[in-house]
């Protein structure tokens, strides 16, 4: 009797593994993956008591505010169809917002309006300059720090702006070299950066009144990056710092000798990419590292148990705070998976209560997403290279169409999270495969200084080993393998086609990259001082010209013989448009297969849902006819 139980569980448990092979995931609406936010950008008024949003209605996106204790509220702007591109709080009762002009030119027009609507006035006009908020408390109640390049197009001086009046006073004018300013905890201007585009140093002065001095120089491949003041030691700075090691680590640092202190918290194997300090409580709370997700290591034991009560809370999800009021009682959360784009909440820490903000996107549902693994490979020169892999839901992992989704550059990483392409492209029934080539962050200076000048060299052998990696485990259909990325991830597609030839069935990029010449002139004025920097991670236009050409695909359409989709905003300032259209006609003349798109705006991100309509369902079409019908 125990033996045919045992028999008839076997065939149970068999008839149901073969209909979950069999189910078929629904195919999920474009709209849904890139739906527009109803409500982004919470905010907290520094006093705890008012929430701010901005709210998209139709196409008109505005400012609203709500009461956290009675949850009354009202839309304070009224701007039509012009954008907000950034706010914030700069009192209990204020706020200040940039009112786009020109998306092209990253222009905004700054006003200052008060939390019930009233006594709005514009404080800046847009003229060709930019301006940079340095730090968002009042000083006197009414100076806001801030730094522009109206002067002199190329360099940012410091201005302290009278948000009663919109008079701007010169604070620090920049020799010419400044390419950062830093203030102390009560928002007084105390440290600067200067680079001569490839060493960097740190200047520094005691009190507003002195010069500053030079403290500490360091390659442009270092990273040092001040975090806070301490409130006990005016001269001591914390910093995420990888000076004479390779892995940042958070570190205490004296401005007054240039030198560093204590080593807060480093691991040989770990890189400390972000850091937190609490104001209040006037000390460190946590610094961030990356493996193949972002964890906390915790330096306050109550920071740690208010994260613990979290976890209880959201349990299975990753959280990350967006704001909070000045008492550090009233936070804005956010919580998600990689499976699930999450929910914003408002969390009380003094009752340990939690309320629901919004969905960031109601449309998503996390049984019908697919898991994001990571994954990790050996280069052929011998180092290791992470990434994830994004199987599509009930299918073998066995000879699956594959969709290598490269990451835009440089210097930045896939992470693990909620990423709507990839979920998109898996619900499509494609493998999606992100790898973290040379020169991605968070690998530690040695694997980013690899990928230095690699582009169109040993960063696309990466790519290409990974997905011989892929093979060899008969995940992938080796004749059935695409390549899609945006901007330098386009530019690697783009690369694979003819550096890897018979290795992809086809290509996608969108506003990538097709020349790297370009690509520096493109390089806006008040980056110059950074342009030696470029030139060691990219390339010389002047003294490399055969190996950027080489590598870049605008001269390189006969090597070309795959079908190609590219996509571009014609509204980018950084864009060649006329070179694009060359590019595409240059390989039609060779009569290789070619999809053509443009749009007017970001096609993730932008408020334009009829565009990334248009861009996803084309680009899903491309991959179809090229990956899935071959």
Known sequence: MIGFKRYI????????????????????????????????????????????????????????????????GKNVTSLGDKRIVFYFWVSNNELIYYKEVDAAKSQSDVFIIDKNGGHQRQLLSSDKS?????????????????????RDSTVFDVYRLNVRNGNMEMAARNPGNIVDWRT????????????????????????????FRPVLTSNFKDTFRPIAFSHSKPNIIYAI???NRDKSALVEFDCNTGKELKNMYCNDTLNITDAQYSRKKQKMSFVVFETWKKEKHFLNDSVKLFYDNLDKLLPKT????????????????????????????????????????????????EAEMCEMKPVSFTSRDGLTIHGYLTLPLHQKAEHLPVVVLPHDGPGDRNLWGYNPEVQFLANRGYAVFQINYRGSSGYGKKFVAAGFKEWGGKIQDDIYDGVQW???????????????????????????????????????????????????????????????MFYEIIGNPLTEVDRMRQASPLFQTDKFNAPVFVAQNIKDPGNNSGETIQFVKNLKKRGISVTYLENEGDTIFGKNQESRRKFYTTLEEFLNINLKRK
């Open 9 to 72: 569980f076997l065939i149970v448990m068999a008839l149901c593994s073969a209909c979950q092979q069999n189910e078929k995931a629904r195919t999920i609406p474009v709209d849904d993956f890139f739906k527009s936010q109803d409500k982004i950008a919470y905010r907290l008024s520094p006093d705890g008591k008012y929430l701010s949003y901005l709210k998209l209605q139709g196409t008109e996106q505005n400012i609203y505010i709500e009461d956290i204790a009675t949850g009354a």
């Open 130 to 150: 930019r301006l940079k908020v340095l730090d968002d408390q009042l000083i006197d109640n009414k100076y806001l720090l801030v730094s522009s390049n109206k």
């Open 184 to 211: 102390d905890a009560d928002g007084k201007l105390r440290l600067a950066m200067s680079s001569d585009g490839v060493n960097t140093t740190i200047l520094y002065r005691n009190q507003e009144s002195e010069a």
């Open 241 to 243: 710092s990888n000076v």
């Open 318 to 365: 990753e959280t990350r705070i967006f704001d909070k009021d000045n008492a550090e009682n009233v936070f804005i959360l956010r919580s998600f998976t990689d499976r699930n784009p999450g929910s914003y909440y408002l969390y009380f820490a003094n009752t340990g209560q939690l309320r629901k903000l919004s969905d960031f996107n109601s449309s998503i549902h």
């Open 470 to 532: 892929l093979i060899s485990r008969n995940i992938a259909d080796p004749k059935r393998v695409g390549i899609y990325g945006t901007g330098f991830g386009g530019f690697i597609a783009l690369n694979g086609l003819y550096l890897n030839q018979g290795t992809y069935a086809c290509a996608a990029s969108n506003a990538g990259v097709i020349n790297l010449f370009t690509y520096l002139k493109s390089i806006p004025p008040y980056q110059k001082p950074n342009l030696q």
